[in-house]
């Protein structure tokens, strides 16, 4: 059996040692040697985008928080209008360029995309400092409201962090967020924070059954 080899290593701010590992072909980001992501079973993070950017009018604008292994920003690029951008965060410089390497022929090459604008920066910063912006909004940071890696990305999923996300929306904009596991009392506090809010359970692997995560989606109320 062939072994597991590391492709690239980075530290995220608060320490967290992040891992790119390949093995016969298959990637996985690990967060100190626990799987994050796969490119084996990414589905969910393509669904993240469905939900939010279908039918978005033209000139739209959308955000996604959390670069991972890019599946997200090219599910977004396929479905907005061409004329609308789609503003990618990632914090941690090594997951972009692993993503302009070695991992980038997996999502086609969402970064080469002229619709794409990529932000090295906090998404917690970037949300807080805008209003009335995004068209929609999805997050896959971290691994959901209820099972943190980095417990700095908790405020994301509180009732601050989601009253910023409203308030960064356009009226009648749309969040999605990813999450490994489910919560139960999120979709309330998502609603209790004027979003009109459900959970959405999906596979992790496209066509099996096995894994499976949750995308909690609101609507600007």
């Not at 469905?50 to 978005?56: A, D, E, G, H, Q």
């Not at 920003?73 to 993503?99: H, M, T, Y």
């Not at 805008?130 to 929609?136: F, L, P």
Request: hydrophobic share 40%; proline share 5%; with cysteine.
């Amino acid at each position: 059996m062939k072994p597991w080899i590391t492709v690239g290593e980075a530290l995220s701010p608060d320490g967290t040692r992040l891992e790119l590992v390949e093995h016969d072909g298959e990637y996985i980001i690990r967060a100190d040697d626990l799987p994050l992501m796969s490119t084996r079973m990414h589905f969910s993070e393509v669904e993240l985008a469905r939900v939010v950017c279908n039918k978005l009018k033209s000139g739209a604008k959308v955000m996604i928080g959390g670069l991972g292994l890019g599946y997200t920003l090219r599910s977004a690029l396929d479905l907005i209008p061409k004329d609308a951008k789609a503003v990618q965060v990632e914090l941690v410089p090594e997951v972009i360029e692993w993503n302009k390497g070695p991992l980038a022929p997996f999502a086609n090459h969402p970064l080469n995309d002229k619709r794409a604008e990529l932000v090295q920066d906090d998404v917690s910063k970037v949300i807080r400092n805008a209003h009335n912006e995004y068209d929609s909004i999805m997050l896959d940071v971290d691994n959901g409201p209820s099972a943190l890696v980095d417990e700095r990305n908790s405020w994301l999923y509180t009732d601050h962090g989601l009253q910023a996300i409203r308030r960064a929306l356009k009226n009648g904009g749309r969040v999605a967020i990813w999450s490994a596991d489910d919560e139960p009392r999120f979709t309330s506090r998502m609603r209790r924070n004027g979003f009109r809010a459900e959970k959405i359970q999906v596979q992790a692997h496209k066509g099996k059954g096995g894994i499976r995560h949750v995308i909690f989606t609101g609507r600007k109320t």
